[in-house]
Every structure is written in structure tokens, then in C-alpha cells.
């Protein structure tokens, strides 16, 4: 077997997971922590050599358990390492019927795709987050941050800076305030799915679950109304885009792109030298793709999702299944 049982501290294993490179928060012990909330359990498992480690978030329903690893494995998995997590997992975890999912948010690249499929992993008929996204670099020699901006995207900035809208690192977010805003957002877009994002104790336990790793920033309007708010998680070298709302009002004055601009400030401040702004889908919500674009994020692909079942005849039920309940 080349997999085993996490035993360190929750220190130990963001530790861990941050030396191999982990880009999104998802692997992070306060992911799974503020998971647990909803009933979900974390499994952790390293590989022998040291070289990977994955957290699954796990779940029973009657003989059914249920693992899902978002932004797992990391690291440099083999072929047989992850043909043995499956192993592993269904060690751990017991019961009659697996099923197991992942969302490899690691550079998408053939060979890592090829060791998925070796290993018995196989591409689900639905995804449950998309694999585009745009990254940008923050540590741009002889560059500032404006200069990577495009012109319209740089011009709305102008244009709420000149409509004193004004943001800043909120030391104290109000997850009450945070909530309304992203229910202001789901009034207005009818695709936009809240989920958590609107109830504040929800907000109140992510927040403290992440601690020191989460940046927030508000932007206001000249009487202190909070108009638009951005918050981005940081692992290592790495910020990744973790809430983002803005009212009716702070969309007519670019509050969005204010608060944008102060929070990749902030994070590469705190030592960030990539921003991964978390998902695109250039189709369906092509405005908000253009405004992630146009900050300066290019074109970046993950691996994406593979999953497993154990046994297989569950697989069509399963698989249809897990996409409309699974959540990242």
C-alpha cells in the first residue's frame, strides 16, 4: 500500500500540503473544518514517499459512503499510488458501496490525466465545478499591477475612484453585511447560486475556520455603505478568489473593480505572487468572465474531475447523483 492515515496536526498537514503546492483552499484543514458544519468528516492520507497527500471530505447514507477530494491529490502522484487510494479510502471509510470523486486542481496536463485513467479513475458524465479558470501573476518585474489591466477594465476603475468609492482590508467583516450583499446578487442574477454565501453564521464560521489565511476587502461609498466586497484565501505563494458580491448600487459605480484592485494589492502584499480568480465560464456567464479577463487573469485550465465507484454496476446511478448533491 502507498498511501497512509495523516496522523499530525492540523498545522502539520496545511504545512504539508502547502510545500507541495497546493493552489486552491480546498485541501486546507479550514476547508474541512468549516465542511464539517454540514456533516461532512475529513480523512486525510500521504503518500508513502511523501511526495502526495490528499483530504477527502466523507459521508455516510445507509451502505453508501461518499468521498470527495475538491483540489485533491496534490503533489506528484503514480499511477499505482492512485489506483491504491481508491484502496485506501474504501479501507478507511468501510461499508458496501464507495463512491469517490476528485477535482485535480493541478495544471491540466496529458500525463497526469493518463495516470488518473490507468488507475481505474474514469471522466464523470457532469461536472460539479468547472476546470477553466484564469490566473495572474502578481511579481511582475518593472510592472504595477495597472499595467496589466485592459483599458475598459482600467477605466471603470477610474471611474469609481472618481465616484469616491473608496475600499479597504475589513479587519472585522460583518458576515450579516457580506450575506446581504451576496442575496442582492442572487436577486438580480437569477444563475447566481448563494448556497452558504448568503447565511452569516455560515460566513461567521468560515471566516473564523480560515483565520489569517483569509483576506476580505470592502469598498464603500462616501457615506461608508458598503457597496461591493472581495475576499481571496492564500497558500504559500498562491491566492485564490473566495467570495465576491456587490449590490444593484455598487454595480453602477464599479465598486467591483475598486474592490478588485485593492484586494490583489493586499494579497501580494502579504507575499501572494499568483492570483487564481476560481472558476470561469466563459459561455454562460460570459460578464462575469470579462471581468476577471480583463483584471489581468489569462486562460488556465485544471486537470478537473475523475471519479470511481465501488461496485461498479453503481456507477450510472451514482455518478448522475453526486454531481446534483455534491458541492465543493
Avoid at 479550514?30 to 486525510?44: D, H, K, L, P
Avoid at 475538491?70 to 499511477?79: D, E, F, I, M, N
Avoid at 457597496?227 to 458580491?245: E, M, Q, V
Wanted: glycine share 8%; charged share 20%; aromatic share 10%.
Amino acid at each position: 500500500m502507498t498511501w497512509q492515515p495523516f496522523v499530525g496536526t492540523r498545522v502539520d498537514w496545511d504545512g504539508l500540503v502547502t510545500r507541495l503546492d497546493a493552489r486552491t483552499p480546498f485541501q486546507l484543514s479550514a476547508w474541512a473544518r468549516f465542511r464539517e458544519t454540514f456533516g461532512w468528516q475529513a480523512r486525510r492520507f500521504v503518500s508513502n514517499d511523501g511526495h502526495s497527500a490528499v483530504q477527502f471530505l466523507t459521508r455516510s447514507v445507509g451502505p453508501l459512503r461518499v468521498a470527495w477530494a475538491a483540489g485533491g491529490p496534490v503533489g506528484t502522484p503514480s499511477s499505482t499510488s492512485l489506483r491504491d487510494l481508491q484502496v485506501a479510502v474504501k479501507h478507511a471509510v468501510g461499508g458496501g458501496i464507495l463512491y469517490m470523486r476528485l477535482a485535480d486542481h493541478h495544471p491540466f496536463a496529458d500525463t497526469r490525466e493518463e495516470l488518473l485513467a490507468q488507475a481505474g479513475w474514469s471522466r464523470p458524465r457532469r461536472d460539479i465545478v468547472t476546470n477553466q479558470t484564469l490566473v495572474r501573476q502578481l511579481a511582475l518585474t518593472g510592472s504595477s499591477l495597472v499595467d496589466n489591466y485592459s483599458s475598459n477594465w482600467s477605466r471603470n476603475l477610474r471611474r469609481g475612484q472618481q465616484r469616491n468609492i473608496s475600499a479597504e482590508v475589513w479587519a472585522s467583516p460583518d458576515p450579516e453585511t457580506i450575506a446581504r450583499l451576496h442575496r442582492d446578487v442572487e436577486t438580480t442574477k437569477k444563475s447566481f447560486t448563494t448556497d452558504w454565501r448568503a447565511q452569516a453564521d455560515a460566513l461567521r464560521n468560515v471566516i473564523a475556520c480560515f483565520g489569517e489565511r483569509i483576506v476580505v476587502v470592502r469598498a464603500c461609498d462616501s457615506a461608508g455603505e458598503v457597496l461591493a466586497i472581495r475576499a481571496a484565501t492564500i497558500l504559500g505563494a498562491h491566492a485564490f478568489d473566495f467570495l465576491a458580491a456587490t449590490s444593484s448600487e455598487g454595480r453602477r459605480c464599479y465598486a467591483s473593480n475598486v474592490a478588485m484592485h485593492t484586494l490583489l494589492l493586499a494579497v501580494s502584499e502579504r507575499g501572494a505572487t499568483s492570483y487564481d480568480f476560481g472558476g470561469v465560464d466563459p459561455t454562460t456567464n460570459k460578464g462575469v468572465y470579462d471581468f476577471k479577463h480583463g483584471a489581468g487573469g489569462l486562460d488556465h485550465r485544471y486537470v478537473g474531475e475523475f471519479e470511481f465507484v465501488s461496485p461498479r454496476a453503481f456507477k450510472p446511478i451514482l455518478s448522475k447523483l453526486m454531481a446534483l448533491r455534491l458541492s465543493a
